[in-house]
C-alpha cells in the first residue's frame, strides 16, 4: 500500500465541526460563583490528569494558570465520559445518559466535582456545547461497534473522541482565525492514531480492534495475528510492515497539523506544540522496540520530555515570527 492522505475523509470532519460551530449556544455563566466550590473542583480535575495523563499534565502545565485550570477540567470532562463505557458494564448506558446531563449542564450538582469545573470552563471560554455532545456520541460508539472496516471510517471515530478535544482546546487556548479548524481536527486524528497504535493489546483485551481490517487484510493479517502477538508476543514481518505503514501516516497528519499550531494565541502554542512532540515520540518509542505492542506499552520519559521543550519553545517562538 503506497497512498497514506486524501481528502474524503478530511472534508467529511470538517462538516461534522462546522456543524457544532453554527449550533454554538449561548454560554450560561453563573453569576452567584461559588470561589470556594469551584477551587475544590478544578482541584478535583487537577488530581485526575496528574494521575491519568503525565503527557497532558506537563503540557497544560505551561499555559497560564486559568487556562490551565480549563483545560484540565475538560481532560476530567473527557477522561470520565471514557471511564463511563470503559468501566460500568451493563450499566454503561444507564450512567452515561445521566452524564451527559449533568455535564452538559450549566448548573450541574454541586457533589459532581468534574460536572461544576467543566460547566464554569465551557461558559467562561465559550466552548460550543455540540463539540461536547459529539465527544460524548463518540465514546459511546464503543459500546456498539467494536471494528473499523477503513481508515476513512475510523477517522470519523477518532474526530467523536480526539478531534473534539482539540476543537474544544482552540478555545481555551485561544485562535487567530476560524482556519485553525482543519488543523485542530487533523491533530485530533494523529493524537488518537498514536492511541490506536500504542494501545493494540489494551484494546484486544476489552474486545475492540481499531485498525482498519481492509488493511491487516491488505498485509495478510487479521484478528488471529493479533491474538498471537497478544497472547503469545508472537508476530513477524507483516506486522513490522504494517506498523511502518501506520507510523509513516501519522506522522504525515502531524507534519500537515503542524502549521496549525501557529494559528493559535501565543499562551496556549507552547503547550499545544509540546502535547503533539509528546504523544508523537510515541510512534519513535514503537519503532525503537521493533514494532512489539504487544508486551510493552510505548510511552516518553518524563525525562525524555522535559528534554524537549527547549527545542519545542524555540521552533513556536522562531515559526510565530514568521
Not at 470532519?13 to 456543524?19: D, G, T, V, Y
Not at 477551587?39 to 505551561?62: I, N, V, W
Request: with cysteine.
Amino acid at each position: 500500500m503506497t497512498a497514506l492522505i486524501n481528502d474524503t475523509w478530511e472534508n467529511s470532519l470538517l462538516s461534522l465541526a462546522n456543524e457544532a460551530w453554527q449550533a454554538v449556544a449561548p454560554a450560561q455563566r453563573d453569576q452567584r460563583e461559588d470561589i470556594a466550590l469551584l477551587d475544590q473542583a478544578y482541584g478535583h480535575c487537577e488530581s485526575l490528569t496528574a494521575f491519568h495523563s503525565r503527557s497532558f499534565h506537563m503540557a497544560s502545565g505551561l499555559m497560564k494558570p486559568e487556562a490551565r485550570r480549563a483545560a484540565r477540567a475538560l481532560y476530567a470532562f473527557c477522561r470520565t465520559t471514557d471511564d463511563i463505557v470503559d468501566e460500568s458494564g451493563d450499566e454503561a448506558e444507564a450512567l452515561l445518559l445521566t452524564w451527559r446531563e449533568r455535564s452538559l449542564s450549566w448548573r450541574p450538582p454541586r457533589q459532581d466535582l468534574v460536572a461544576v469545573a467543566w460547566a464554569n470552563a465551557r461558559a467562561k471560554y465559550s466552548i460550543p456545547q455540540r463539540y461536547a455532545e459529539q465527544l460524548i456520541d463518540g465514546v459511546a460508539r464503543d459500546m456498539v461497534q467494536n471494528r473499523y472496516q477503513t481508515f476513512e471510517e475510523l477517522t470519523t471515530y477518532c474526530y467523536g473522541v480526539a478531534s473534539t478535544v482539540g476543537l474544544m482546546s482552540m478555545h481555551i487556548t485561544g485562535f487567530e482565525s476560524e482556519d485553525a479548524v482543519r488543523y485542530a481536527i487533523k491533530l485530533g486524528v494523529a493524537l488518537q492514531l498514536t492511541n490506536i497504535l500504542r494501545d493494540v493489546a489494551e484494546d484486544w483485551e476489552r474486545g475492540r480492534v481499531y485498525l482498519p481490517q481492509e488493511e491487516l487484510a491488505a498485509f495478510g493479517l487479521s484478528d488471529t495475528d493479533i491474538a498471537a502477538g497478544v497472547n503469545e508476543n508472537v508476530y513477524d514481518d507483516r506486522w513490522r510492515e504494517f506498523m511502518k505503514f501506520q507510523i509513516a501516516r501519522a506522522r504525515q497528519i502531524y507534519d500537515e497539523a503542524w502549521s496549525g499550531i501557529n494559528m493559535l494565541n501565543a499562551q496556549g502554542r507552547f503547550a499545544i506544540a509540546a502535547a503533539a512532540t509528546f504523544y508523537r515520540g510515541i510512534l519513535n518509542d514503537i519503532e525503537a522496540h521493533d514494532y512489539d505492542v504487544f508486551s510493552r506499552r510505548a510511552h516518553v520519559s518524563k525525562w525524555g520530555k522535559i528534554r524537549q521543550l527547549p527545542t519545542i519553545w524555540w521552533q513556536t517562538k522562531f515559526s510565530s515570527q514568521n
